[in-house]
């Protein structure tokens, strides 16, 4: 039987060396290949061509190059059968027997000696403290990084973790009539203030009042909501817009999710770095330059066909017999996206598929997104967007996203704490595409050093009632400009000055809680009232100013445009005199030239 | 299962394992059930005869040693994960975040959070649990 699954694996693993040849030995003989000693001159021609030495360097590095990828596939395949006999009981047991110890001691030191392997291949297991987080924190992180919303079905045949609170199932639409969206303070949520912590969600708060109003939910009950409903609330809303005519309505598109906005950002910056890496482990260009297309437009890293750039005489023979194709296409002509279209839509995209040399169609390695940090273990962090932000994602190529996984062990009790073991990937690691380094990219996203999130800055420009423009995660509230200052705190004054005139005549002072520390405006309310008379004198004290101000503005604007005429008059005679004056001097000129050929005569 | 087909058909962007042949089934199927595993389910084998295990962005269902792609074997993924010591789940898919098992003793497909194990959704057919999972 083990014989068999050993088989089948090596099936699986095609283009990675045989387990026979994985000895140490071996590998340092492949190593060691390349710093063979050269051929003699006196060999045939071919060999000469080699070692000419303008050829020297190149072919150097080309067999270093394949010294290196032939050593990292002999790790993956050291690592792959590590991690094998890990979880194979009858390999354990045999250990165990082997070595007179417990069957759970050998697992734990098979389990450190592959820790030991990856270690030494830079993939590095630790052990950290765990904080779980909640189950609705997790689902706002989900949401946020596929950028869509599940509906949550209560009346399906099975069980779900998600639930819909009673105050949520209680809404109708009577206990919204007559409330406006500024009813809503969206801060009161405690819920929604997770949600806004991510950059997608705080550009959806602007329409959260309206959606929350056609729901039936009050102000009063929004507060009680919790993650699942909020959910709900969007996914009524954005089903309709994602998907109008769709069959299945189970998920809405909320935005892009940060997993495919990660991918896009990558690929923006690290175009010729990937290529490098492809190039490298020896995929079909035609493969990465279909990918990097699919990064660039779609943020998606796998699964999509590549396609033939020029048409085949068999392609033509095989289209135009279907009539999927006009008879005026030649051979060498480009496939359009139109024509792709309507060939995949009949059902005949193999015919234009690329294809390799043993004319199977050209494959690449499976790309996933990889959370550096996992999610479960985020429960310590205060801004829980963290979690999906750039620098907690890299991009990692199969076998070794399994790899990076093959050690993951949660709830190791030591007291009431609680650890993990993880393999941790290389902080600033974007792309990891193989053990040894050149087959990684570095990329610092910059977030945690250059624009940190400053959470301070935005809640007290929240809390002054500004709605944000600008819905950057990493945003900090501009300077405003000087005149607009100026404006703003005029504008405060007055209102504050009306606030102040109607209380005055309504007589009504509002209650201040005694636990509360009360604000501003309640702290000029405190202040001893005028009388109407003292406000009236006030008024008429400002409207005297303002007409004096208004006069003096005017006669500043007369004299200005006073001064602008002479100014223009100043000029346009200037412009005269040196006009005449120019006219003069020619005039002398041409009399002085006159008089001396008059005297030369 | 024809209907899953179809919904899997709509999306050309996905790499499909070709059919397993009976005696490579029989053969997993033994390994499971020494590894403490449940067997699987009657809709996961005909899904198997159809395509040897799927993989689209970033989820993935599981094949029988499907080629080139060691990390969507069914046998290998049961014997890793965390739920290996329970008799009554195997599991058949994941995603970045969740496993897809089978429960035997509950008859339904589950959709289990990687981490804390919790069953987060549940399924009595295989065709909405597959497409939960493979986020179509």
């Not at chain 1, 946020?144 to 973790?161: H, L, P, Q």
């Not at chain 1, 193999?350 to 999610?375: C, F, M, Q, Y």
């Not at chain 1, 702290?523 to 008024?539: D, G, H, L, M, S």
């Not at chain 2, 969507?72 to 789940?89: I, R, T």
């Amino acid at each position: 039987m083990v014989k068999r699954r050993v088989e089948k694996l090596d099936g699986a693993f095609p283009d990675f060396v045989n387990e026979a040849d994985l000895s140490l030995d071996q590998i340092l003989d492949t190593i060691s290949a390349s710093n063979l000693p050269l051929p003699e001159p006196e060999q045939n021609s071919q060999d000469e061509k080699i070692n000419r030495f303008e050829d020297f360097y190149q072919n150097k590095i080309s067999e270093t190059c394949d010294d290196i990828l032939m050593l990292e596939k002999n790790a993956a395949t050291i690592v792959q059968a590590d991690i094998e006999n890990l979880y194979k009981g009858s390999f354990v047991r045999e250990f165990a027997a082997r070595y007179h110890m417990d069957e759970n001691d050998a697992r734990e030191k098979l389990r450190l000696d592959l820790a030991g392997q990856l270690q030494s291949w830079g993939m590095k297991c630790i052990n950290k403290r765990h904080y779980a987080l909640p189950r609705e924190i997790k689902h706002i992180i989900r949401m946020d990084f596929y950028g869509t919303v599940d509906k949550i079905d209560e009346k399906k045949d099975g069980r779900s973790s998600k639930k819909l609170s009673d105050t949520y199932r209680r809404r109708s639409p009577e206990k919204t009539a007559g409330t406006k969206p500024a009813d809503y303070n969206l801060g009161s949520s405690p819920v929604w203030i997770v949600f806004r912590q991510f950059r997608s969600f705080r550009l959806l708060e602007r329409n959260l009042p309206e959606l929350l109003i056609k729901e039936g939910v009050s102000p009063q009950d929004y507060k009680r909501l919790n993650a699942y409903d909020l959910s709900q609330v969007l996914y009524n809303h954005y089903i309709t817009k994602s998907k109008p005519d769709a069959e299945r309505k189970e998920r809405a598109n909320l935005f892009l999710g940060a997993k495919y906005r990660f991918v896009k950002a990558f690929i923006r910056r690290n175009k010729t770095a990937l290529r490098r890496i492809m190039d490298m482990r020896g995929y079909d260009h035609r493969y990465t330059e279909t990918l990097i297309k699919h990064m660039e437009q779609y943020g998606v890293t796998g699964g999509f066909d590549v396609i033939e750039k020029n048409y085949t005489q068999e392609m033509l023979e095989e289209l135009k017999k279907r009539k999927l194709l006009s008879p005026e296409i030649k051979v060498g002509d480009p496939i359009t996206d139109d024509q792709i279209a309507r060939i995949k839509a009949a059902g005949f995209i193999g015919t234009i598929l690329a294809r390799d040399e043993s004319g199977n169609p050209i494959t690449g390695p499976e790309l996933n997104v990889h959370h550096k940090v996992a999610v479960q273990d985020c429960g310590e962090k205060t801004n829980f967007a963290e979690v999906n932000q750039f620098k907690n994602l890299c991009l990692i190529i199969e076998p070794y996203h399994f790899f990076a996984h093959s050690l993951d062990r949660t709830g190791m009790a030591n007291g009431a704490e609680y650890y993990v073991s993880r393999i941790e990937i290389g902080e600033d690691v974007a792309f990891y595409g193989g053990f040894n380094k050149l087959f990684q990219i570095e990329y610092d996203f910059g977030q945690s050093r250059t624009g940190l999130y400053n959470r301070n800055a935005l809640d007290a420009f929240r809390n002054s009632k500004r709605l944000l423009d600008t819905g950057d995660e990493y945003w900090q509230p501009d300077k405003m400009p000087r005149r607009q200052k100026k404006a703003a705190k005029k504008l405060k004054q007055k209102q504050a000055l009306a606030e102040k005139n109607t209380q005055n005549t309504n007589n009504a002072v509002p209650p201040v809680p005694i636990n509360r520390p009360p604000e501003k405006d309640e702290e000029i309310i405190e202040k001893p009232v005028r009388t109407k008379e003292k406000a009236a004198q006030r008024r008429d004290k400002i409207s005297r100013k303002k007409d004096e101000y208004m006069r003096l503005r005017k006669n500043l604007i007369e004299k200005r445009k006073q001064y602008l005429t002479l100014r223009a008059a100043k000029k346009s005679a200037i412009k005269t005199i040196s006009r005449f004056e120019d006219e003069r001097k020619l005039e002398k000129l041409i009399q002085y030239t006159m008089k001396s050929q008059g005297r030369k005569r | 299962m024809k209907r899953l087909f179809e919904n899997l058909n709509k999306i050309s962007s996905r790499h499909q394992g070709k059919p397993v042949n009976v005696q490579k089934i029989i053969l997993a199927q033994k390994e499971l059930v020494q590894n403490r595993n449940a067997s699987l389910p009657h809709d996961f084998l005909e899904f198997l005869h159809r395509c040897n295990g799927i993989s689209y962005d970033g989820a993935a269902i599981f094949g029988i040693a499907p080629e080139g792609r060691i990390f969507l074997d069914l046998v290998q993924a049961n014997k890793m994960s965390p739920l290996s010591g329970f008799p009554e789940l195997v599991i058949l898919g994941c995603d970045e975040f969740d496993y897809l098992a089978y429960n035997a003793k509950r008859h339904q497909y589950q959709i289990i959070d990687k981490e804390d194990s919790e069953v987060l959704e549940e399924y009595s057919d295989i065709e909405p649990a597959i497409l939960h999972i493979l986020k179509i």
